[in-house]
């Protein structure tokens, strides 16, 4: 079976009007039929936030949700927390502390059920941490700032259920511009993904990124890209240039493996001539 479906939401999502994020998930993951999870590690808010997301995907017709929160290694490669994985149709990773989320369930067993799924079909969805976590680089903590700067942001291993990328969130409203950027300067190999608030990216098997919600996800490019990153010290500004970049808002596509917007007639050109509201 093919690889399921990645949402990458930049957190903020809309929990109590059109909910539109959250209703793509719930769809995605079989509607009234789905099991989800809801693991909420990276929260501070421990239990409450697991059972928040519960009410709200039970007001959305999903009557098996289970809310996981393995505050520890060995609550994450327990046999009844990784059971509870195995037969879901859907896995949410909530908000909250990204380095918390990674440090604590990487490589446990628990991490590998989730990547399990997803290889199963499943979809996995992440907000705000939970999104940032999807990458297998991920960003551990940083500066915000649009000046692009030397060590404005840490690295560290997430998931790896969305290789190749590296996702950061609440993009705009914290104006993290100028991190992604340093970041891309120093591994241009990977794509850089900023997800604005009540904004999601839904990535399929063919890597095509659905743009969904309020706002744009930019997408930052570097493999052209030339910078002075290696011989810059301190947090003192980085040149890079030649970056490629695309700011894309709800309604269009992104194809992840080839860096490429997918050319689509404009939502303007369809009948009515009024884009789709979000």
């Known amino acids: 079976m093919a690889d399921?479906?990645?949402?990458?939401?930049?957190?903020?999502?809309?929990?109590?009007r059109d909910?539109?994020?959250?209703?793509r998930f719930v769809e995605l993951a079989g509607g009234e039929n789905a099991t989800i999870a809801v693991i909420s590690t990276a929260s501070s808010l421990g239990l409450e936030a697991g059972e928040r997301y519960?009410?709200?995907f039970g007001e959305l017709g999903v009557t098996r949700v289970r809310?996981?929160?393995?505050?520890t290694r060995p609550q994450a490669n327990d046999e009844a927390t990784v059971a509870s994985i195995h037969d879901t149709t859907g896995v949410f990773l909530t908000g909250g502390n990204q380095l918390r989320l990674s440090?604590?369930?990487?490589?446990?067993?628990?991490a590998d059920a989730v990547l399990d799924r997803f290889q199963d079909g499943a979809v996995v969805a992440g907000t705000s941490a939970g999104a940032s976590a999807m990458s297998s680089h991920m960003i551990a903590f940083g500066a915000s700032g649009a000046t692009t700067k030397h060590r404005m942001a840490q690295i560290a291993a997430g998931l790896g259920v969305l290789p190749g990328v590296i996702?950061?969130?609440h993009f705009q409203q914290r104006n993290r511009l100028g991190r992604l950027l340093s970041l891309i300067?120093?591994?241009p190999s990977l794509l850089g993904l900023g997800v604005d608030e009540d904004t999601a990216g839904v990535v399929g098997p063919d890597h095509i990124m659905e743009v969904i919600g309020r706002g744009s996800i930019t997408v930052v490019d570097g493999s052209r890209s030339e910078t002075d990153a290696w011989e810059v010290h301190g947090h003192r500004p980085l040149m890079i240039s030649g970056?490629?970049?695309?700011?894309m808002p709800s309604g269009y596509r992104f194809d992840l493996r080839h860096r490429a917007r997918v050319v689509t007639p404009s939502l303007h050109a369809l009948p009515g001539g009024e884009a789709a509201s979000s």
């Not at 909910?19 to 209703?23: E, H, N, P, V």
């Not at 809310?67 to 505050?71: E, K």
């Not at 440090?103 to 628990?110: A, D, F, P, V």
């Open 185 to 187: 300067a120093q591994n």
């Open 243 to 247: 970056v490629v970049l695309h700011s």
């Open 4 to 16: 399921g479906t990645v949402i990458i939401i930049g957190g903020a999502e809309d929990k109590v």
């Open 167 to 169: 996702i950061d969130q």
């Open 19 to 23: 909910r539109l994020i959250l209703s």
């Open 67 to 71: 809310p996981i929160h393995a505050v």
């Open 54 to 56: 519960r009410a709200v």
């Open 103 to 110: 440090s604590t369930i990487g490589g446990t067993r628990l």
